[in-house]
């Protein structure tokens, strides 16, 4: 089967992409402690530019210093940060045809940094962290506001091709559009409109520092998975005001760390699954398709099927896909696929990775496993010569 549809371009924005295949972001923990940008941290994503990807969001940027989603994560709250990461994105750029994305983030009310409290719209406790976070007053809000236009400024001037802003999984700015942990009844907060108002201020006062043809996309949660959580209905309502702010792209998600986001979708025993349970988020992006007319859609969540994507990227149920895992064991998977090898990708979705993550850099211990094998069985034979 030829992947015709996957491997044309399309535009975010005014930013054209060579294929329809994205890497999500993904937390790498290759950063220096600071926060500033090492060779392996390059490394790593010159690896995916080789491999054939067309848009590579980055992992977690850190907008405000303590609120960060692992150790060694990249940061970009003040200008110190600017050489390094114009020096990512330089090498990036020098494979010409890939472009690269900043994703900006804050971690809220699952911040588990020791020296800095976890803060949030309201002072829900976080169950998959054990914190009370402090509410946050307005006058914050409005500089956190602030601190995510400044970073996302930065992105602009260092190079970046466009920046996504991470509103989802439970960190800040999911918490706040969620009614499970903003109980607010102030500016930011009350019903969907109130909620959503923090993404609509970051989006304008960005816009404003940036000009309009500097794509700003979002990950953007649409359901919690918790009681008395966002709904996907809800979700849709969100969506809607988020897209007529005028948005470029929207990575769909859901879910936080009280609803085991990093466990989601582990299936390695299941076979034959359809496409609705191992695309986990495709029912959702199905909802919010009718109303992206100059907003890209963007499936994440089980991606890993090129046949099956195809189906959707024909039928115009979404404009792009991403993964994370999958490039985590194959950096070279969009290369692969497009060289007419067209089976599954090879992760097993087993999330061993994640763990892996909790404690060091990640990577995928099936790939390491299977190497280890395979370096023993040269040995032995070469032993038996």
Not at 7 to 35: C, H
Not at 182 to 195: I, L, V
Not at 226 to 250: F, N, P, R
Not at 344 to 369: D, F, Q, R, W
Request: aromatic share 8%; with cysteine; glycine share 8%.
């Amino acid at each position: 089967m030829e992947l015709k549809n996957l491997f044309s371009p399309a535009k975010i924005g005014n930013v054209q992409i060579k294929n329809r295949i994205i890497r999500s972001a993904t937390s790498e923990r290759l950063a220096n402690k600071d926060g500033t940008i090492n060779d392996k941290y390059i490394k790593n994503y010159t690896d995916l530019a080789e491999g054939g990807i067309g848009l590579i969001i980055s992992g977690f940027i850190n907008v405000e210093l303590g609120y960060s989603v692992m150790p060694n994560s990249p940061a970009l709250y003040n200008d110190s940060f600017i050489s390094g990461q114009k020096k990512l994105v330089d090498a990036v750029h020098d494979y010409s045809d890939v472009k690269f994305a900043a994703q900006l983030a804050h971690t809220g009310r699952q911040s588990t940094h020791p020296k800095f409290e976890a803060v949030g719209p309201s002072s829900i406790p976080d169950k998959s962290v054990n914190r009370v976070p402090r509410e946050l007053t307005d006058d914050e809000i409005k500089e956190i506001i602030k601190k995510f236009v400044n970073a996302g400024r930065r992105a602009y001037e260092i190079g970046y091709d466009m920046v996504q802003i991470h509103a989802a999984h439970g960190y800040l700015l999911s918490n706040f559009i969620s009614p499970y942990s903003n109980k607010r009844t102030g500016e930011y907060g009350g019903d969907s409109k109130g909620r959503t108002k923090i993404l609509v201020d970051i989006y304008k006062q960005l816009r404003d520092e940036i000009g309009k043809n500097f794509p700003i996309t979002i990950k953007l949660q649409t359901e919690d998975g918790v009681s008395e959580g966002m709904t996907l209905e809800e979700g849709k309502k969100i969506a809607k005001i988020v897209i007529d702010t005028g948005y470029d792209a929207i990575e769909v998600s859901g879910g936080m760390g009280e609803s085991l986001i990093g466990t989601k979708n582990a299936l390695p025993s299941k076979q034959n699954i359809g496409p609705e349970e191992e695309n986990y988020f495709l029912q959702n992006i199905k909802e919010i398709r009718p109303y992206m007319k100059d907003c890209a859609a963007i499936l994440m969540g089980g991606v890993k099927n090129p046949i099956t994507v195809e189906k959707f990227l024909q039928d115009k149920i979404i404009d792009f896909i991403s993964m994370c895992r999958p490039l985590i064991r194959e950096s070279d998977l969009p290369n692969r696929w497009k060289n007419g090898d067209i089976s599954p990708a090879h992760c097993i979705s087993c999330n061993s990775c994640y763990m892996s993550g909790l404690t060091g850099p990640i990577y995928c211990t099936v790939k390491e496993k299977l190497e280890k094998k395979r370096l023993r069985k040269e040995q032995r034979l070469k032993n038996n010569k």
